[in-house]
C-alpha cells in the first residue's frame, strides 16, 4: 500500500532559524508527492508537489522540498521561519485515484 | 489558483435532524470532488470520492446511508448528514479535481464545514 509517514507530531523552531518538516514514503513505482498546510478551522493550502524532475522543488511562501529516493523522504524546508508559519503541515501521496495524508506535523514558530 | 467553496462554513443542529454541506468549484470544472472528516489535531480521513453524474464511492467503515452525497453537476456536490447524532460532530472538507488533459493530479480544498450536534 502507498503511505506517507511524518515521524514529528511538532516542531517548534524560533523565528528566523531554518525549518524542516519531515516526510517519508512507502510507494511501489514513482510516488507523486505532495504538501500542504491548514491553519486553524481552515481547509488545506497546496504547497508543493512532486511528480517528476528536479529533486529540489520550490513551492509557495518561500517553502521547498527535497525528494530523496535513496532515502524514500521529501522533508519540507524553509531557510528562515517566520510566526505566520505556525500551522498544520501535510505530507501526502497520491495513490489510486486519491490522497493519502500523513499524520500532520504541527509547526510551532516562536518569536 | 483554483478556488473551492464550502457553505455553511459553521453550522449548529439538533440531534435528529439533517444537515446539507455544499462544495463548489468556483473557477474551474470538477469532474472528481472528494469529502473528508477531520478531527481535532488529527489527519483528514477521506469519506467518499464522487464523480459527476454518478454515485459516490464511499470508503471502508462510511455509512453510505447517513452520509448522503450527490455530485449533480461539474461544479457542485453536497453531503448531507441524515439524521444527525453528537458523534457526527466534526470538521467536513470537501476538495474537487480539476478536470485537466495533463495529468496534474492536483486537489484543490475548501476551507471546511464546522458541524456541531447537539
Known amino acids: 500500500a502507498q503511505s506517507v509517514a511524518q515521524p514529528e507530531d511538532q516542531v517548534n523552531v524560533a523565528e528566523g532559524n531554518p525549518l524542516t518538516v519531515k516526510c517519508t514514503y512507502s510507494v511501489s513505482g514513482n510516488p507523486y508527492l505532495f504538501w500542504y498546510v491548514q491553519y486553524p478551522n481552515r481547509g488545506l493550502q497546496f504547497l508543493l508537489k512532486y511528480i517528476t524532475g528536479d529533486n529540489l522543488v520550490k513551492g509557495s511562501y518561500g517553502f521547498e522540498a527535497e525528494f530523496n529516493k535513496s532515502q524514500t523522504s521529501f522533508h519540507l524546508k524553509k531557510p528562515s521561519a517566520l510566526v505566520s508559519d505556525s500551522a498544520l503541515y501535510f505530507c501526502a501521496v497520491y495513490s489510486w485515484g486519491k490522497l493519502q495524508f500523513g499524520a500532520g506535523t504541527q509547526v510551532v514558530v516562536t518569536p | 489558483g483554483a478556488v473551492v467553496s464550502q457553505h455553511p462554513s459553521r453550522v449548529i443542529c439538533k440531534s435528529g435532524t439533517s444537515v446539507k454541506i455544499e462544495c463548489r468549484s468556483l473557477?474551474?470544472?470538477?469532474?472528481?470532488m472528494f469529502w473528508y472528516r477531520q478531527f481535532p489535531k488529527q489527519s483528514l480521513m477521506l469519506m467518499a470520492t464522487s464523480n459527476e453524474g454518478s454515485k459516490a464511492t464511499y470508503e471502508q467503515g462510511v455509512e453510505k446511508d447517513k452520509f448522503l452525497i450527490n455530485h449533480a453537476s461539474l461544479t457542485l456536490s453536497t453531503l448531507t448528514v441524515t439524521s444527525a447524532h453528537p458523534e457526527d460532530s466534526s470538521f467536513y472538507i470537501c476538495?474537487?479535481?480539476?478536470?485537466?488533459?495533463?495529468?496534474?493530479?492536483?486537489?484543490?480544498f475548501g476551507p471546511g464545514t464546522r458541524l456541531t450536534v447537539t
Open positions: 473557477d474551474f470544472q470538477a469532474t472528481t
Open positions: 476538495s474537487a479535481r480539476e478536470t485537466t488533459g495533463t495529468g496534474t493530479y492536483e486537489q484543490y
